[in-house]
Each structure stands twice: as structure tokens, then as C-alpha cells.
């Protein structure tokens, strides 16, 4: 995808959307040229009323085609499939460096960073992570209100905020970032949840753990 | 004037229901708005439905009295409940044009609004209620028709019957449409709906009085789908002709019958899942808005039919999409058993891949591998239809006619609508891609690309045999040239934002996607415009195109055999199918004889 990945789970999906464009390119040229060489060859030309030679099928082509389709889904099926899902789930287990609650509300996104004593409540802050972290977003949405998604486009991830169901995900942080830069590092609502869906976001800044400690501690004191 | 008629008796009936309502409410001291509406509503529709006719044609008969069926007639003939198949495909048709180009209309204003970053030409509301209307008017003529127009006019004349199996269950199918049109363009006046046609819970429960049109709007257009799906199922199994045995049957029909299998049982399901919304709005019950209810309980539902229904549009288009490429390469069509057994595999896998709609949704991760799996696998049946479209083309006699061009356009464009599926059924990649632009791409190349390409494909096709006149060829080259093009342009470019992180459904945008927007934008009005020349084609080739010969493309199908259009009852002389239905090429097989004038011998199938 275009613009940088700053979580090594979005430089996984990076690589499989890049390595599923590179099957789908040939078998693209491939059906394009078939049309166009049966159009340009195979034309009837004007006054030709006979019929063609009338072949129904062939075995052999059958069973090849059959063969590479069910090949190639099964690569595909392996990798990226089978190895996305063992990525995204390869830090469950862990104890995350930082964990943030995160709560859906129309249309604004409250953040509660876990045990650190800070929350953000307000639509104009931004939300500060550290680089080179492994961060546990807790999302849930308030119980009167509609189910919300959790996205942020430079992680690459996204998770919906469902009323009386708590859902997470992981990010592994790799790249300092800021909104202002790059308009990828928000957090942006993906779920149509009414009136002000497309304003519901918080700008992002990824800083490195020493200036987020210090940011953390001033906000907490 | 049957239509003034059921108007009336629509207004008397929605006041009967307001009244009983009323009573209720007053009694039991809940809020009367909203079951006002949907009472009134039903009393409405009843009504509606008795004064177009149907309690001419089959009312009277529950009273033991004797109905008036008259199906033929002039004009008039269209403008009332009507049993004739070929006068409800033409109802269908034309209906469904009308909400094709309403629905036109709507993605223009929408584009127009996303053609800059900012606020101008909607409300945050209005352009909500814009998109959730564009959605459901768009999946009402993708779902539609091809399966209510083209084919209940050609499917009953393909398998030389009479009519369909229930005629008058036909006739309701149809006649429950009109009320779904007018709720869905009073929706707006009544405070919308910001929803989506995805109509999520606790949202959806939560909207104004125009969510609520919405909701019993798709509920009708849903017993619509059932009973229609039923009806084809019926005339498939009971009303072929003598000799048409199912190795006999046309591709068209068979991908008609897969359709209709998941019509019927699938779009039960999101019946269910609207009916309980409603309830929970005019009720207070309980079902999916937390606390107590559970708001993935309905996505679950909702996407048990929704994903099934994409196969409802998209399966039809498939067996269009072949039969006139068989037609137009003079040559049988390639693999004609594998196609058949691909359409039972694709009916059987749609019903057990919906959850790849909810990789974000927050349902158990055990889940995700399952679907993925599925859902991928979906690729290989796909896979024969392609297979068979080119084996037919490869070393045909090509007659590069509309129909075929737009056939042609549907092998292209599935091609990359199928390919961008891949990445939303990986679960890596869908989710960064979910609700993004780059899904809106996806299933336009599917939809659009496939399914209302196969109805303009059908549309130039079947158009000498239903008006009994020719299209302009050299117009209809120009509409499949502009529109192929700007299609293409429109929609892959819409691919770019959704892989640099715009998400879909907004008004308002960073300003950094602000130039791909305008690309989209600016091709899409020349995609809207393309549209011009096909409706002055069909609406001058109507009035005033050359006679049709009764078999214009010289195709060896039952439809073709009979006069453009047909009598009343299909055929003068009756049909006996002696033949498959792709013999080009191969003198020993003859589809059919016609033998004894019809109705001598009693309709059988075997």
C-alpha cells in the first residue's frame, strides 16, 4: 500500500497486499490478452454465416485449469493468509509496553492510557504513543451509543467499537510519526455511525519512549 | 384505471390501519408514531394490492366468486395486475430502469459532493441519506433485474412453457415493488436515513421516521425476492417442455435456478433480522441494541443473506454472460457440465462465507481462518466460469454484436472484480482495507462490472424478442464504448484512495486525497452521461425501430423460435426438445421440433 507502515503488523499486510498484486497482475494480462486475441482472431468476418467447429470440452484443459485455480488458492490460503493470522496474533500472550482504553462515543473517541493516569477526553487532543512499543488498544463503545471502528490508517489496523462488547488489538510500533506530516497517523472512525461519522478522529503522534515518558508524567502531574 | 384505483384504496388502508393503531396505542399508552406507520403500512399495501387488480384476478376467488384474469389487452395491459409473464418481465423492467437512473442521479450529487475535501453540496446528514439510498435502490436493480425482468420474460419461452409456475404469486411479486420505490423516495422527507443499507443496530434503531420507511421498504422488496425465487424454482421443475431434460437445459436457466435457490432461503433470513428491528423501534423488544442485546447478532443475520444476495446478482450475470457468448462465437458452450456443477459449488459456498464481512467486527478470532479459507476457495468454481467463456471464444466464429461486446466487458471487468476480492478475503489485508474506498472499487467491479453489465448484455439481447423491434447497432456501440471506458477509469481510480487511507461513507475527507477524488469525480459524470445514448437507443428503437425478424441473432435457444414479441401463451405450435441447446456447428443435434399446435397436448415436463 502507499505511504510508510509504522507497526511491523502493517509491514506485514504491506507485504501481502503487494505479494497478492503480484498474482494478480499476470492472471489479469492473461484473461486481457485471451479477449483480445479471440476478438482480434477469431472474428467472423462479414457475411461468414457458418458456425464454428463444435468443441464442448476438453478434458485435459479442464483438469489443468482446475489444477492451477485450486493451486494458487491454496497458496494463497497458506500465505498471506495462514501467516497473517499467526502474525496478528503472535502478541497476545505478551504483556504490552503500554495499553490504552479506548471508548467510542458520538463522534469523539475518549482514550484512557491504562494505569498511567491519563485520560483524554477531549476531541482537539492528540493521542501521544511511543515508538518501538508493543501497545494493547482496549475498545469498547458507551452502551447508549452505536458501534464505532477503531481505525489508524498508518498502523494499518482496525477493530470495531461495539456497545457491551470489549474488542483489542495489538501494534508493534516502528516509526516515529505525526498528523501533520502525514495525514495516515489518525485515528479515524470506519464504521457509519451517523451525523459526523467522516470528523469522527483524533490526530496521532508516535514519539520515541523518552519523550513519550516525559510527555506522560507531565500530563499525569 | 387500476392504478388510481390502488392508490385509493392504498389511502383508505393506511387509515384503517392508522385507526386500529391508534387504539392500540391509546390503550397500552406506548408511543404512536411509529406503530401508526407500520400498521398503516400494512393496511396500505393490502390495498394497494386489491385496487391494481389482484382482487379482480384472485381475491374474488377466496369468497367462491369467479375472477377476471384478462391478461391481454393494449397498453393498459401493463398498468394493472397483470398474470402474463412477459407483461411482469417488462413491468419489471422498466420499473427497475427508473430506479437505475434515480439511483444515477444520486451517485452524481455524491460525487459531486466528494469532488473537493469539504462540505458543499450536502448536510452531514443529507449526503448519509444520498449514500444509504444510492445503496439500497442500486442492490433492488442488481438483485432485480435480471431475475424479475429478463428472466421472467425469456426463462418461461427458454424452457418452452406457457407461463410460470404461479402466475399470480408473479403477478404479487411484482406489485409489492412499487410501494418499496415510494417508501424509499418518501424516506428523505421524513428525516432519512444515515444508516447504509447495511442498517447496523443500535444505529439503525435510532434513526428518524425515514429509517423505518427504509426497513419495511427492503423488508417488502425481501418477500418480493422470496416468492419470486420460490416461483422460478416451481417452473423450472414442473413447467418444461416435453424432451427438455436437465442436460437440455440453457446455461441462462440453470444460473436462474442456482439464484433462485438462495432468493428463497436466504433472503428469509434478513427478513427476519429487519423484522426484528422494527420490532425493537415499535416494541421496545429486545434483540440487538446492548444492554441485552447483542449488536453482532444482527451483522450475523444481516450478512447470512447479504453475501448469499451478491450471488443472487451475480449468478444470473453469469449465465447471460455465457449464453450470449455461446450465441455470438457460433460454437457450443465450452464445459457446459463443469459451469453447472460451478453454480451448485458457488450456491453451496455462499451460504458459509458471510462472516468474511466481520474480520473487524470484533466476533471470536477463531472464526477468521475458517471464512478466510471459504471464502478463497469461492475462486476455483469462479474460476470455470472463465474457464468456459474463453474455451467457448477460443477459435469461435465471432459476431461482434452489442450484446456480445457487453458480455465481452463483463468477462473484463469480473476479472478484476474477482481479483481485488482475494485481498478482502485475506484477513491480513482486509483489515486495513475494510470500509475503506478500496472495497467501494471491489464490489462496483463486481456489482457494476458484472451484474449491471450482464443486464445491459441481456437488455441489447432480449430487446428484439421483447419490443418485436431492432436496436440501433452503431449507438449501441457508442454507449459500450463511452461507458466501458469511463467505468473502468471511474472505478480503478477509486481504488487508490482506499489504499492510502480514506475510508468510505464520508462526506468530508483529508484534503490530501483531494486530486484522486476529483479523477473519480470528474469520470464518473462522463460515466452518468455515457447513459444518454442507450435511452435514446431503446426509447426511439421502440417507437419507431424496424421490425425484428422473429430470430434476429440466429441462436438456436426455444425464445427465438416464436414470434418477436410472443403471443400470449408463447408458442403457436408446440415445442418438443429433441437436443441440447448449443448445437452450432454439429448437424446431429437439433434443440427442438415443432409439432402439434399448442394446446392440443397437455404441458408436461418429465
Same mark, same amino acid.
Given at each position: 500500500?502507499?505511504?510508510? &507502515? ?67 488458492? #491454496? ?30 462515543? $458520538? ?78 497517523? $489518525? ?11 467522516? #470528523?469522527?478522529?483524533?490526530?496521532? +503522534? ?16 | 384505471?387500476?392504478?388510481? $384505483? ?104 455524491? $460525487? ?100 423505518? #420507511? ?60 429487519? #423484522? ?78 458471510? &462472516? ?151 462526506? +468530508?475527507?483529508?484534503?490530501?486525497? +483531494? ?92
Amino acid at each position: 500500500m502507499f505511504g510508510d &507502515a509504522a507497526t511491523t503488523q502493517g509491514e506485514f499486510i504491506d507485504e501481502a497486499f503487494t505479494l497478492l498484486m503480484v498474482m494478480a497482475i499476470p492472471i489479469f494480462t492473461f484473461v486481457v490478452t485471451m479477449i483480445g486475441y479471440v476478438v482480434f482472431k477469431f472474428r467472423a468476418k462479414s457475411g461468414d454465416l457458418e458456425d464454428a467447429a463444435p468443441i464442448r470440452t476438453h478434458t485435459n484443459w479442464v483438469g489443468f485449469w482446475f489444477a492451477w485455480t485450486t493451486i494458487l488458492c #491454496l497458496v494463497v490460503i497458506v500465505h498471506p493468509g495462514y501467516t497473517g493470522l499467526i502474525e496478528l496474533r503472535q502478541t497476545k500472550a505478551d504483556e504490552p509496553d503500554l495499553t490504552v482504553n479506548v471508548t467510542g462515543r $458520538r463522534w469523539q473517541w475518549i482514550y484512557e492510557y491504562d494505569g498511567r493516569g491519563v485520560s483524554l477526553f477531549s476531541k482537539d487532543e492528540m493521542l501521544i504513543l511511543p515508538n518501538d512499543s508493543l501497545i494493547r488498544f482496549n475498545v469498547t463503545s458507551e452502551d447508549q451509543d452505536v458501534v464505532h471502528s477503531f481505525w489508524i490508517p498508518a498502523f494499518r489496523m482496525k477493530i470495531d467499537a461495539v456497545p457491551g462488547l470489549m474488542t483489542y488489538y495489538d501494534v508493534i510500533t516502528t516509526e516515529t510519526g505525526h498528523f501533520n506530516d502525514d495525514v495516515n497517523f $489518525r485515528v479515524q472512525c470506519a464504521e457509519l455511525c451517523g451525523r459526523d461519522h467522516s #470528523l469522527m478522529f483524533t490526530r496521532i +503522534e508516535v514519539v520515541e519512549p523518552a519523550e513519550f515518558e516525559q510527555w506522560i508524567a507531565d500530563k499525569a502531574g | 384505471m387500476p392504478l388510481v $384505483r390502488g392508490a385509493i384504496y392504498a389511502a383508505i388502508g393506511f387509515v384503517i390501519g392508522a385507526g386500529i393503531s391508534l387504539g392500540i396505542t391509546n390503550m397500552t399508552g406506548e408511543d404512536a408514531q411509529e406503530p401508526l406507520i407500520v400498521l398503516g403500512y400494512v393496511f396500505a399495501v393490502i390495498g394497494w394490492l386489491m385496487g391494481v387488480g389482484m382482487w379482480k384476478a384472485w381475491g374474488r376467488n377466496w369468497f367462491g366468486k369467479s375472477t377476471d384474469l384478462n391478461p391481454s389487452g393494449g397498453w393498459e395491459r401493463y398498468l394493472r395486475f397483470n398474470i402474463d409473464h412477459k407483461v411482469i418481465g417488462i413491468q419489471y423492467i422498466t420499473s427497475l430502469v427508473v430506479v437505475f437512473l434515480l439511483a444515477g442521479i444520486l451517485a452524481m450529487l455524491m $460525487r459531486a459532493e466528494l469532488a473537493d475535501s469539504g462540505q458543499n453540496v450536502f448536510t452531514k446528514t443529507t449526503y448519509n441519506t444520498t449514500m444509504s439510498l444510492h445503496g439500497i435502490m442500486m442492490v433492488a436493480v442488481a438483485v432485480a433485474t435480471v431475475m424479475g425482468g429478463f428472466s421472467n420474460f425469456v426463462l418461461p419461452l427458454m424452457i418452452g412453457a406457457e407461463d410460470v409456475a404461479f402466475p399470480r404469486i408473479n403477478a404479487l411479486s411484482f406489485w409489492v415493488i412499487p410501494p418499496v420505490v415510494v417508501l424509499l423516495l418518501l424516506s428523505p422527507l421524513f428525516g432519512g436515513f444515515d444508516t447504509g443499507w447495511t442498517a447496523y443496530p443500535p444505529l439503525s434503531t435510532q434513526t428518524p421516521v425515514g429509517g423505518l #420507511l427504509f426497513e419495511l421498504a427492503f423488508l417488502t422488496f425481501g418477500i418480493s425476492s422470496i416468492l419470486g425465487g420460490m416461483n422460478f424454482i416451481a417452473t423450472i421443475i414442473t413447467q418444461r417442455a416435453p424432451g427438455m431434460t436437465w442436460g437440455r437445459l440453457p446455461i441462462f436457466v440453470w444460473s436462474v435456478l442456482a439464484a433462485s435457490i438462495i432468493s428463497l432461503t436466504a433472503t428469509q433470513w434478513v427478513a427476519y433480522g429487519l #423484522l426484528m428491528i422494527i420490532f425493537e423501534r415499535i416494541f421496545n423488544m429486545v434483540f440487538f441494541s446492548p444492554p441485552g442485546g447483542n449488536a453482532l447478532l444482527y451483522q450475523h443475520v444481516f450478512w447470512f443473506y447479504s453475501h448469499p444476495a451478491v450471488y443472487i446478482m451475480i449468478l444470473p450475470a453469469f449465465g447471460a454472460e455465457l449464453e450470449i457468448i455461446s450465441h455470438f462465437s457460433r460454437k457450443p458452450l465450452f464445459a457446459y457440465r463443469w459451469v453447472v456443477r460451478a453454480f451448485a459449488l458457488i450456491v453451496a459456498l455462499s451460504f458459509v462465507v458471510w &462472516a468474511h464481512h466481520l474480520f473487524t467486527s470484533g466476533m471470536g478470532e477463531s472464526l477468521h481462518g475458517p471464512f478466510m479459507i471459504l471464502t478463497e476457495l469461492i475462486s476455483i468454481p469462479t474460476g470455470i466460469v472463465f474457464l468456459s467463456a474463453l474455451g467457448t471464444l477460443w477459435r469461435s466464429k465471432l459476431r461482434l454484436k452489442v450484446p456480445l461486446l457487453f458480455a465481452l466487458g463483463v468477462v473484463f471487468n469480473f476479472t478484476i472484480g474477482g481479483l481485488t476480492g482475494i485481498f478482502l478475503a485475506d484477513v491480513a489485508t482486509d483489515i486495513a482495507l475494510q470500509d475503506t474506498y478500496f472495497v467501494v472499487a471491489h464490489f462496483h467491479y463486481t456489482i457494476m462490472g458484472g451484474e449491471i453489465f450482464a443486464i445491459f448484455a441481456a437488455g441489447y439481447y432480449w430487446f428484439p424478442k421483447i419490443t418485436g423491434r431492432m436496436y440501433n447497432e452503431t449507438l449501441g456501440r457508442i454507449h459500450f464504448g463511452l461507458m466501458f471506458i469511463l467505468y473502468n477509469i471511474t472505478f480503478l481510480a477509486m481504488f487508490i484512495p482506499g489504499t492510502v487511507g480514506m475510508n468510505r461513507r464520508v462526506a +468530508e475527507y483529508p484534503p490530501e486525497f +483531494e486530486s484522486m477524488n476529483l479523477i473519480v469525480s470528474i469520470a464518473a459524470f462522463g460515466l452518468g452521461l455515457s447513459f444518454l445514448p442507450w435511452i435514446y437507443n431503446m426509447l426511439n428503437s421502440w417507437i419507431r425501430g424496424k421490425k425484428a425478424p422473429d430470430n434476429p441473432w440466429d441462436a438456436t435457444t426455444l425464445e427465438w423460435q416464436t414470434t418477436s414479441p410472443p403471443p400470449l401463451e408463447n408458442f403457436d405450435e408446440f415445442p418438443v426438445v429433441t437436443g441440447d441447446p448449443y448445437g452450432y456447428g454439429d448437424e446431429t443435434v437439433t434443440h427442438a421440433r415443432f409439432g402439434k399446435p399448442a394446446h392440443s397436448a397437455p404441458a408436461e415436463g418429465d
